[in-house]
């Protein structure tokens, strides 16, 4: 076939003498590259040519908010253009990935959250297989609605700065494998909860329902972060297909009596009150990491429930376990063998400092490692 007849078979026009060869790439990938271009920018190709006057209504994927500088806009400034742009979208165009990046808001207007709620049902309808909304507003956060995602296809989901609530029973997202929570309240949910998720990343959230404590229930999670919290603690359930695990313990005092990540106030009706909130959970964890800036009142209480750690080939741990005059916490480690197995110890200190040996019992100089990117 010559050429000429397959680039136009292919939805592409060959190059022309001046050298536009994007042009020449067929319509597929051009609905790629599009993909890549804030919605705003993607919209404008419209006027290139005559070819490229549809090709944004077929772009894989969407990104909301980003053609405004380090200044996310307001839903109410986008309302207009979003709401044409998903509705003049083709409806048999593939969506892969949408993402959404709003700036904060004082007060909430209920016009501005019913918007962007019909948004991200919009393209969940749509089958977008990544969804990603970040709201720019940690001290108040957006309430997302109450109605359950359905979806066959999401398989990556990330959200920040908003509310949630019975939004975080995913079990009506079958495929859904990667799950990102960050500075968000989570004060309304039981559980999180999801039987096909393998990672899953928390960072600086609130955590609190009505005096008890959220339930993580992901029985087949491959890697967790759990990177600081506040207000109260989550708790883990099993994971017997845990690889990898990070957690870090409450990071500053909040200055409420109540607050059991300060103080280890726990209600008498709570159902935790003798239970493990984190270690058991994480007992079939192959590498763990344990992280704590502050007084470790979390991992105090839960190694006296510490069960055995069978799988654990590394444990990673900061200078904070050395630091008691008495190393109650490193103590109680060490002295017990639910933590040695065939583990291997590493420790990450700020500052020189010496430890003995497990198998030998000689003392070891320690140099200053400081903290690797996690």
Same mark, same amino acid.
């Given at each position: ?213 959220? /339930?993580?229930?992901? !029985?087949?999670? @491959?890697?967790? #972060?759990?990177? +600081?919290?506040?207000?109260?603690? %989550?708790? &883990? =359930? ?109 420790? /990450?200190?700020?500052? !020189?400092?010496? @430890?003995?040996? #497990?198998?030998? +019992?000689?003392?070891?100089?320690? %140099?200053? &490692? =400081?903290?690797?990117?996690?």
């Amino acid at each position: 076939m010559p050429p000429s007849k397959r680039a136009k078979l292919d939805g592409a026009a060959l190059p022309d003498a001046g050298g536009d060869r994007i042009s020449a790439l067929p319509d597929d990938a051009l609905h790629h590259v599009l993909a890549f271009l804030p919605a705003e920018d993607a919209v404008r190709t419209c006027v290139l040519a005559r070819r490229w006057r549809h090709l944004w209504k077929s772009a894989t994927g969407l990104r909301i908010g980003f053609g405004h500088g380090d200044t996310p806009p307001f839903v109410d400034s986008l309302r207009h253009f979003v709401n044409h742009l998903l509705l003049l979208r083709k409806r048999d165009s593939c969506l892969l990935t949408c993402e959404l990046r709003l700036g904060p808001r004082v007060y909430w207007l209920v016009e501005e959250r019913n918007n962007l709620n019909l948004w991200i049902r919009h393209v969940v309808d749509r089958e977008v297989r990544m969804l990603r909304l970040e709201i720019h507003d940690f001290y108040y956060g957006f309430h997302l609605d109450n109605l359950p995602l359905v979806s066959q296809h999401l398989k990556t989901l990330a959200l920040i700065g908003v509310c949630l609530n019975s939004l975080c029973n995913f079990s009506n997202c079958p495929n859904l494998e990667h799950l990102v929570i960050a500075e968000s309240y989570i004060y309304e949910a039981p559980q999180i909860s999801s039987k096909s998720l393998k990672h899953l990343s928390i960072n600086d959230c609130y955590f609190g329902y009505k005096g008890s404590h959220t /339930l993580i229930c992901t !029985p087949n999670l @491959v890697s967790l #972060r759990l990177d +600081g919290h506040f207000a109260s603690v %989550p708790v &883990l =359930g099993s994971m017997p297909s845990l690889k990898e695990a990070f957690a870090r313990d409450h990071i500053w005092d909040c200055g409420s009596e109540d607050c059991f990540s300060c103080n280890g106030f726990i209600p008498d009706e709570s159902d935790y009150k003798n239970k493990c909130f984190l270690l058991q959970g994480l007992s079939e964890a192959e590498n763990l990491t344990l992280m704590c800036d502050y007084n470790g009142v979390v991992f105090r209480r839960d190694l006296e429930w510490c069960p055995t750690f069978n799988n654990l080939r590394t444990l990673l741990l900061n200078e904070w376990w050395c630091l008691d005059p008495d190393f109650y916490g490193l103590n109680l480690i060490s002295s017990t063998h639910r933590f040695w197995r065939s583990s291997t110890f590493i420790f /990450l200190l700020r500052f !020189p400092f010496q @430890v003995r040996k #497990r198998k030998t +019992g000689r003392l070891i100089d320690l %140099p200053s &490692l =400081g903290y690797p990117e996690m």
